[in-house]
């Protein structure tokens, strides 16, 4: 940018713009990182003091609204650039709305739920009422919550997880889907009696639980059929 004006000693008393003050008593102070200051004398023994900005100055911060209300409007700072609309600064009412951008993480905010993205972290919308996750995105892992129940479905790079919870918070079901096969985790309301059956590349494991609803078959010393026994 480098834009370039000239002062004349004595015309402006004192000069005050983005950390630069200049005295008519020659006396200069300035913010090196923003603004350069050159000083002449002219052949009449005048001075002149040509003023340059440097090619990337550096604020501490800008705010764009009305009545400088930071609650209502755009800032502009070292960290980042925030958006607000909201009734009271932090009180999470309804109608308050919010964008947050920076480095290394991403907000908006809608009254209701919040959609945020963190470095090392992932993508996550949060149920701001309940303050709990209904969704996450992690670099092997995408999972979806009920924020009542607290059941989820997990789908990651290695297979799809859904659990449900009993009434105590507890895993009460979990049914795995893998590259292998699928296997389903129960307590049966008893967390001290778990039962799990699995059907994989090993086979069927029935978890020690009859097998129901099969079709009639005959024994014999050949037959590779499986039926109950009475």
């Keep these: 940018m480098n834009k370039k004006f000239l002062l004349l000693a004595g015309v402006v008393s004192v000069l005050s713009m983005n950390g630069l003050t ?3 008593d020659s006396t200069v102070s300035t913010n090196s990182e923003n603004l350069l200051v050159n000083r002449s004398t002219n052949a009449d023994g005048s001075t002149n003091y040509e003023i340059s900005m440097t090619n990337y100055p550096t604020y501490q911060g800008t705010f764009i609204g009305s009545g400088g209300d930071i609650n209502h409007g755009i800032r502009i700072e070292s960290d ?8 009271e600064e932090n009180a999470g009412h309804p109608d308050d709305r919010h964008s947050r951008i920076g480095a290394g993480y991403f907000d908006m905010y809608n009254g209701t739920h919040e959609l945020v993205w963190l470095e090392d972290y992932g993508l996550a ?7 709990k996750y ?3 995105m992690e670099p092997k892992t995408f999972t979806m919550s009920n924020v009542q129940s607290g059941d989820k479905s997990e789908l990651s790079t290695d297979g799809t997880k859904i659990v449900h919870y009993d009434n105590e918070n507890s895993i009460e079901y979990n049914t795995n889907y893998g590259y292998n096969g699928v296997t389903i985790t129960t307590t049966d309301g008893d967390h001290d009696n778990e039962k799990t059956v699995s059907l994989t590349n090993k086979g069927l494991d029935n978890g020690n639980n009859k097998i129901v609803n099969v079709s009639k078959g005959e024994v014999s010393k050949t037959s590779t059929e499986v039926i109950n026994g009475s």
Excluded: C, F, H, P
């Design 134 to 136: 209904m969704a996450q």
């Design 125 to 131: 919308i949060l149920d701001r009422k309940e303050n």
């Design 80 to 87: 980042g650039i925030s958006i607000s609309d909201t009734v």
């Design 22 to 24: 200049v005295y008519a």
